[in-house]
């Protein structure tokens, strides 16, 4: 082959854009995280990794009755043949589904280390045991049975079912979790006893609306116990749309220790929520005192649960106590509800109370008439088999001849005629010759003939079961109600743990009625850190700054003060001058402590004050006056007021209005020509023809205007009519000797 010639391209090869590529690969990954690992099917209520332990668990004869074995043997089982993923997912999958705290009813009975309600993670596999717990092993009743479909596992050496038969609703009342591509799903557990009521009175009546299936599920009923704090309206339209959000409080009560003293102990927390973590936050609202009325927090936690909080003075209420725990902690928590499940193992939708109760009732449908059939066949086998059996022994001479003389006993068996021109097929004949010596009595023709008549019995009644919708949602009926009584509120752990209450709000403490009230000094440096000193120091006293830095603004508050510092942006943001770093060292970048862009400069810092008023200002040259209420911010990202870029913030006091622009052009108008607005653009302030505006003061007109020269000397113009004009005028020259920085000092 020549330098010049290139090899000719392989047959297979093929070109496409990159856009569809990516695009046909990311739809098939993002499929492959839907249907195989995030969402779970609405039948059996389980992901593929669950389904898989549970059925490698049975495959290693692991029943609730038998021996534990070690967890390494069954994640290594599960890998090895269904589940090709990490070992580590597998047993953190499994340990999950031996945890107590987690699973309403744990499919799995652990032993050793499964992990904690402190967050503690299990022990490794290699030491801890597990088998089957009972509610696992109801979940596959009928797996021998064909009950559900089977297919290959991810090497095709094995086979492995696509669902599990399922004898209760695990899907609600274990719950479920995930993530997937574009989608998600959360749902809490529910007690079983509610669920198959619901469940029986929808196949009483079939057209039940979610409404009156709310009559027999009260609501989610969580491990780790609490009160859901929800009224019956809101539940309502949680479970007919199938997403909503749900508050969940720890359960408390107080305990008198006497002489007037109490305090309140936690025996409940929300699901989910970790118990060392819980503490932590508690003791570091102690410590950062923002909790200053609470005095200590202790866990005295064994077996149960038991956190004891401490009150600073018995004077305090306990409830509103507990209402500012209930905000400032995970003592209260949301719980985002989103039944999005697969239907059918196959298309992921967000459904009802009912339509989840309505795919589990179809399943167990499907469940009986495939182990009907299952099992109409096993009789039919054996039926034929035993007419056989009493053809030979109503000619069993006959039979012990054929087989002691003739050379092919079979062949003889098949060609006699046993009378009346009956002959035996090779099944018959074949379970002749493989009986036992022992059988051949006379009492086993007896015992042949009842068992062959209970089996036509039994066929004649599976007959009427497949053939009858009706006599299939008595069997399912049954069933559920079997499966009530063995999991149910009779049993122990079967009675409702989580209390449904109405929401009702106590007032919380004010807790900023609750700060020492101190005298600080507020500093604030050019590159924004921010510090509180204590007492009221001289503004223009020396304080040490970062090399490059220095001072920008400096004020005296106190520590119930709040601060408000106010963007370029536009922006709002409300400091708690308690919460502000002390001033031994060099402070806190303020933008840490709320979410001011890097590009936005801080423009203003001073302490809110109720009924005061503002006048903001944009470059542009656009202004409206605000109301202190409307421009506290309630969290970090602080509050959008001014729309456009900001110039300056000034208190409102007097009766006219003085701006300056670049242009060194003044203009005084009066203020109630400026509207009271919330949030917006404003309206113009004053006409430029080139330039914006540099400055803005409210004054009173009888006092004229007074400025600070170069010099220090104060300059005064009294008669300001030769600047009034109406509001967004040009304005004329400023006075002479008016600052060159064009700045109301």
């Not at 209402?323 to 459904?351: Q, T, W, Y």
């Not at 979410?595 to 409206?624: C, H, T, V």
């Not at 009271?676 to 004053?686: A, I």
């Amino acid at each position: 082959m020549s330098d010049d010639t290139l090899p000719d391209e392989p047959e297979n090869l093929s070109s496409e854009p990159l856009s569809r590529a990516i695009g046909e690969r990311y739809l098939t990954y993002a499929l492959s995280t839907i249907m195989n690992r995030a969402l779970p099917d609405a039948r059996d209520g389980l992901k593929p990794v669950h389904r898989r332990i549970l059925y490698a668990m049975r495959e290693l004869r692991l029943a609730p009755n038998g021996p534990f074995r070690k967890s390494a043997k069954i994640s290594g089982d599960v890998m090895g043949n269904y589940h090709p993923h990490g070992d580590a997912a597998i047993y953190d999958a499994m340990a999950r589904l031996a945890q107590d705290f987690a699973m309403r009813y744990p499919l799995v009975d652990g032993q050793g280390n499964f992990g904690n309600i402190d967050g503690d993670s299990p022990a490794a596999s290699r030491y801890t045991e597990a088998r089957l717990a009972n509610p696992g092993d109801a979940l596959m009743q009928g797996l021998a049975e064909d009950s559900v479909e089977f297919r290959p596992n991810y090497d095709g050496t094995l086979t492995e079912p696509v669902v599990l038969p399922a004898a209760f609703p695990n899907l609600l009342c274990n719950g479920a979790s995930g993530i997937a591509v574009g989608m998600a799903t959360n749902i809490p557990p529910h007690n079983l006893h509610e669920v198959i009521d619901a469940c029986l009175h929808l196949i009483k009546t079939p057209d039940a609306r979610d409404d009156t299936l709310m009559n027999f599920v009260q609501g989610p009923d969580f491990p780790t116990g609490g009160v859901l704090v929800e009224d019956a309206e809101t539940l309502r339209e949680v479970y007919r749309t199938g997403r909503g959000s749900l508050r969940l409080r720890a359960r408390w009560t107080q305990e008198d220790l006497g002489r007037g003293t109490w305090q309140i102990v936690v025996t409940e927390i929300p699901y989910q929520v970790q118990k060392s973590r819980l503490i932590e936050r508690l003791a570091e609202l102690i410590q950062t005192k923002k909790m200053p009325i609470l005095a200590d927090v202790r866990d005295e936690s064994a077996e149960d649960v038991r956190i004891v909080l401490e009150p600073k003075t018995r004077g305090v209420d306990p409830g509103q106590l507990m209402a500012a725990l209930f905000r400032a902690s995970d003592l209260e928590i949301r719980f985002g509800m989103n039944m999005n499940v697969l239907i059918d193992g196959r298309v992921p939708k967000v459904c009802s109370l009912k339509e989840v109760l309505r795919a589990f009732l179809d399943h167990r449908r499907d469940v009986l008439l495939r182990r009907s059939n299952f099992r109409l066949g096993k009789i039919a086998a054996r039926l034929e088999v035993l007419e056989g059996y009493i053809i030979a022994f109503l000619n069993l001479d006959r039979v012990i001849e054929i087989i002691r003389n003739d050379d092919d006993p079979k062949a003889g068996l098949l060609a006699e005629d046993w009378g009346g021109g009956v002959f035996l097929n090779e099944v018959q004949a074949e379970a002749i010759l493989n009986m036992r010596l022992r059988a051949l009595r006379k009492l086993e023709e007896m015992e042949l003939r009842a068992e062959r008549d209970n089996l036509l019995a039994e066929q004649k009644g599976l007959h009427a079961l497949v053939a009858d919708e009706g006599l299939q949602w008595s069997r399912i009926t049954e069933e559920l109600r079997e499966v009530r009584s063995q999991f149910g509120k009779s049993v122990d752990g079967g009675m409702r743990r989580t209390e449904i209450t109405a929401s009702v709000d106590v007032q919380p403490l004010d807790l900023d009625a609750m700060i020492e009230r101190e005298p600080i000094t507020v500093i604030l440096s050019r590159m924004g850190w921010i510090r509180a000193m204590k007492g009221h120091q001289p503004l223009d006293a020396e304080v040490k700054f970062r090399d490059g830095d220095g001072p920008y603004m400096a004020l005296h508050a106190e520590t119930t003060d709040k601060l408000m510092m106010f963007g370029s942006n536009g922006r709002f943001y409300t400091l708690s001058a308690n919460d502000l770093p002390g001033g031994r060292g060099l402070g806190e970048p303020v933008r840490l402590m709320v979410d001011l862009p890097n590009d936005a400069a801080i423009i203003d810092l001073f302490q809110w004050r109720e009924g005061l008023k503002y006048l903001l200002a944009s470059k542009a040259g656009d202004g409206f006056v605000v109301n202190a209420a409307d421009i506290l911010a309630q969290t970090k990202s602080g509050k959008q007021v001014l729309n456009g870029e900001a110039l300056l913030c000034r208190s409102v006091a007097g009766d006219h209005v003085a701006t300056v622009g670049e242009n060194r052009k003044m203009l005084v108008f009066p203020l109630d020509e400026l509207p009271e607005m919330g949030r917006g653009k404003g309206v113009r302030l004053q006409k430029f023809k080139d330039g914006g505006l540099s400055d803005a003061i409210c004054l009173t007109l009888a006092e004229g205007l007074r400025w600070q020269e170069s010099g220090g000397r104060t300059r005064t113009e009294p008669d300001l009519t030769e600047w009034l004009g109406k509001r967004a005028s040009a304005g004329r020259m400023a006075p002479r000797g008016f600052p060159r920085d064009n700045k109301f000092n």
